[in-house]
């Protein structure tokens, strides 16, 4: 009598569809991998009701697993002979039963793992994608990319849904090549169609161009970031309120002597205390537009950051082709800050007032310093014609339209000697000194205009850094070039915030210690470069001229 064979789907764990592995038997009499099982009554816990996942039969207390040793036999004897069927029974093993539990194996792919575009039946998951194949491969179907020389060359990347975007829509090529001219991926059938005559290169080695930009645009963010306004406005912050309780105080002590004028003494203090509000909630406001700034500055460099990560060069390029509208500006916005000393002209008009004060009452007004300026109409209000001094002018300097313009001659002209002349570089000063706030323009020309302030003991005779507008700390000086805009001082030299323009706003608020220098376009003001400091004499205003095609005019606003 014939021997019947064995039933081989007897011998398939219901919940991960392949040959039990190390058996065991539940109460019910199901049989399943130990490690499925476990799984399954792993996420029953919180019930503390663990059921059977085919007859849905249910145990409590959780029952102990015991390995079944007939079971694990049999399916040691049946693994080699089932091995090329393997795939058609679990699938015949799945219709049976209807479980639909995700495999417990890590081999397999489950929803969200990219799987291998080679396996059939149940597929395993990819370990690797080839941008060349357009395909994701399992361990074992990867094993030619090692073995093949011609597969060796291909790019393999950590698994991706998104190999499809790397075939071109029209011609279903793979894209390897990027256009230039148009911005896009394309694949070779583009090239001599549509893109045909274009800049073409390839995806590897636009992206490598691109990949080297990444750095550099990074550190101009960073850089961005670490310029910020955010702890001068914290200091600003912190400074205004002890400035008026400083002044109150005075103002307190010197009224209280007066009993006549304890009333005018409580309107000034009002009006202190007013101005106190007002200048915090200005640089409060302008404290949290700032931090909106360095938030969207340290997401643009984790942006480029993640870009610098993306092995697949198509991405890379489309990726960074919306990158570089939204990382252009590195720049945050620039905050106009008041002087420090808010309140301190409040406490000199108060000890003025007592020193005059003898009969007669005179009524007191809080006077702060005023805003900086914010249009060009505001810095106009603070114009100061500028002429240069002759007798300060280096010998082959030439100065024109009533010692207004300054141009290089190459020659030396019939000055006379003079204990002020510069002898080593092409420069010059003012006749004006400069104090109190003072506002004028330079119109130059050519290639490197250097355009200066000075105190009016910087050196004038040898050959020396001391002699040189920037080059010392009697001189602060913006270095007007047309491509390598800087700023410079005691011989440092700084990056500045913005391209120059052929006018250049100068503003000085010298009891503030401010210098501030702005690229002046009809009535538009674009800040340069900003210089927080004290001064400690008068300025003048000076400029250094180059090469004989460079020329400097002070201009006459008003």
Same mark, same amino acid.
């Given at each position: 009598?014939?021997?019947?064979?064995?039933?081989?789907?007897?011998?398939?764990?219901?919940?991960?569809?392949?040959?039990?592995?190390?058996?065991?038997?539940?109460?019910?009499?199901?049989?399943?991998?130990?490690?499925?099982?476990?799984?399954?009554?792993?996420?029953?816990?919180?019930?503390?009701?663990?059921?059977?996942?085919?007859?849905?039969?249910?145990?409590?207390? #959780?029952?102990?697993?015991?390995?079944?040793?007939?079971?694990?036999?049999?399916?040691?004897?049946?693994?080699?002979?089932?091995?090329?069927?393997?795939?058609?029974?679990?699938?015949?093993?799945?219709?049976?039963?209807?479980?639909?539990?995700?495999?417990?194996?890590?081999?397999?792919?489950?929803?969200? $793992?990219?799987?291998?575009?080679?396996?059939?039946?149940?597929?395993?998951?990819?370990?690797?994608?080839?941008?060349?194949?357009?395909?994701?491969?399992?361990?074992?179907?990867?094993?030619?990319?090692?073995?093949?020389?011609?597969?060796?060359?291909?790019?393999?990347?950590?698994?991706?849904?998104?190999?499809?975007?790397?075939?071109?829509?029209?011609?279903?090529?793979?894209?390897?090549?990027?256009?230039?001219?148009?911005?896009?991926?394309?694949?070779?059938?583009?090239?001599?169609?549509?893109?045909?005559?274009?800049?073409?290169?390839?995806?590897?080695?636009?992206?490598?161009?691109?990949?080297?930009?990444?750095?550099?645009?990074?550190?101009?963010?960073?850089?961005?970031?670490? $310029?910020?306004?955010?702890?001068?406005?914290?200091?600003?912050?912190?400074?205004?309120?002890?400035?008026?309780?400083?002044?109150?105080?005075?103002?307190?002590?010197?009224?209280?002597?007066?009993?006549?004028?304890?009333?005018?003494?409580?309107?000034?203090?009002?009006?202190?205390?007013?101005?106190?509000?007002?200048?915090?909630?200005?640089?409060?406001?302008?404290?949290?537009?700032?931090?909106? $700034?360095?938030?969207?500055?340290?997401?643009?460099?984790?942006?480029?950051?993640?870009?610098?990560?993306?092995?697949?060069?198509?991405?890379?390029?489309?990726?960074?082709?919306?990158?570089?509208?939204?990382?252009?500006?590195?720049?945050?916005?620039?905050?106009?800050?008041?002087? #420090?000393?808010?309140?301190?002209?409040?406490?000199?008009?108060?000890?003025?007032?007592?020193?005059?004060?003898? !009969?007669?009452?005179?009524?007191?007004?809080?006077?702060?310093?005023?805003?900086?300026?914010?249009?060009?109409?505001?810095?106009?209000?603070?114009?100061?014609?500028?002429?240069?001094?002759?007798?300060?002018?280096?010998?082959?300097?030439?100065?024109?339209?009533?010692?207004?313009?300054?141009?290089?001659?190459?020659?030396?002209?019939?000055?006379?000697?003079?204990?002020?002349?510069?002898?080593?570089?092409?420069?010059?000063?003012?006749?004006?000194?400069?104090?109190?706030?003072?506002?004028?323009?330079?119109?130059?020309?050519?290639?490197?205009?250097?355009?200066?302030?000075?105190?009016?003991?910087?050196?004038?005779?040898?050959?020396?850094?001391?002699?040189?507008?920037?080059?010392?700390?009697?001189?602060?000086? !913006?270095?007007?070039?047309?491509?390598?805009?800087?700023?410079?001082?005691?011989?440092?030299?700084?990056?500045?915030?913005?391209?120059?323009?052929?006018?250049?706003?100068?503003?000085? $608020?010298?009891?503030?210690?401010?210098?501030?220098?702005?690229?002046?376009?009809?009535?538009?003001?674009?800040?340069?470069? #900003?210089?927080?400091?004290?001064?400690?004499?008068?300025?003048?205003?000076?400029?250094?001229?180059?090469?004989?095609?460079?020329?400097?005019?002070?201009?006459?606003?008003?």
């Amino acid at each position: 009598m014939a021997q019947k064979a064995l039933d081989q789907e007897s011998f398939f764990c219901p919940v991960c569809l392949d040959l039990l592995k190390d058996p065991v038997t539940i109460p019910c009499g199901h049989s399943y991998c130990r490690n499925c099982v476990q799984h399954h009554w792993d996420q029953e816990d919180e019930k503390k009701l663990y059921s059977c996942p085919e007859c849905r039969q249910s145990f409590s207390p #959780r029952p102990v697993l015991i390995k079944s040793i007939m079971l694990a036999g049999l399916v040691e004897q049946l693994k080699d002979t089932n091995r090329h069927e393997t795939p058609k029974m679990k699938m015949k093993m799945k219709k049976k039963t209807g479980f639909t539990a995700p495999p417990a194996d890590p081999c397999y792919a489950g929803p969200q $793992d990219v799987s291998c575009d080679v396996c059939t039946g149940i597929k395993f998951k990819a370990v690797q994608s080839c941008l060349q194949c357009v395909a994701s491969y399992c361990e074992s179907h990867l094993q030619p990319h090692y073995d093949a020389a011609a597969l060796q060359k291909h790019q393999l990347v950590a698994p991706s849904h998104k190999l499809q975007e790397n075939i071109c829509s029209q011609h279903k090529k793979v894209m390897h090549l990027f256009c230039c001219s148009d911005q896009q991926s394309i694949c070779y059938l583009c090239s001599t169609v549509q893109h045909k005559g274009h800049n073409i290169v390839s995806s590897a080695s636009e992206r490598a161009q691109k990949q080297a930009e990444l750095p550099a645009r990074r550190a101009l963010l960073l850089q961005s970031l670490q $310029d910020t306004d955010l702890k001068r406005l914290k200091q600003e912050i912190q400074d205004i309120s002890p400035s008026a309780q400083t002044a109150v105080q005075r103002s307190r002590d010197s009224f209280r002597e007066m009993v006549l004028l304890e009333k005018r003494g409580s309107e000034v203090e009002q009006q202190i205390l007013s101005q106190e509000q007002t200048q915090l909630s200005r640089v409060q406001k302008l404290q949290d537009q700032l931090q909106q $700034d360095v938030t969207e500055l340290k997401r643009s460099i984790s942006e480029l950051d993640t870009l610098s990560l993306t092995p697949d060069h198509n991405q890379f390029l489309q990726l960074y082709a919306s990158l570089s509208t939204d990382t252009q500006s590195t720049e945050p916005a620039r905050i106009q800050t008041g002087p #420090r000393r808010y309140f301190e002209y409040v406490i000199r008009a108060v000890s003025a007032l007592m020193d005059k004060l003898q !009969l007669t009452l005179s009524p007191v007004q809080v006077l702060l310093s005023p805003a900086e300026p914010s249009s060009r109409e505001d810095f106009l209000q603070y114009y100061t014609e500028i002429t240069l001094d002759l007798n300060t002018a280096h010998t082959e300097l030439s100065l024109s339209d009533g010692n207004r313009r300054a141009s290089l001659m190459r020659e030396h002209q019939s000055y006379p000697d003079h204990s002020d002349r510069f002898s080593y570089m092409c420069q010059v000063l003012s006749r004006e000194s400069l104090r109190g706030r003072c506002y004028w323009e330079v119109e130059w020309s050519g290639v490197c205009v250097h355009i200066a302030v000075s105190y009016r003991d910087i050196q004038r005779k040898g050959i020396s850094d001391e002699c040189v507008f920037g080059y010392n700390d009697k001189s602060w000086v !913006l270095v007007c070039h047309k491509t390598r805009p800087s700023f410079l001082f005691i011989s440092v030299w700084s990056q500045v915030s913005g391209p120059v323009s052929s006018r250049i706003g100068v503003y000085l $608020d010298h009891s503030a210690g401010v210098l501030a220098f702005y690229s002046v376009s009809e009535s538009t003001m674009s800040l340069i470069h #900003r210089v927080q400091t004290t001064f400690t004499h008068s300025l003048y205003a000076g400029v250094r001229i180059y090469n004989t095609e460079d020329t400097a005019n002070f201009l006459k606003l008003k």
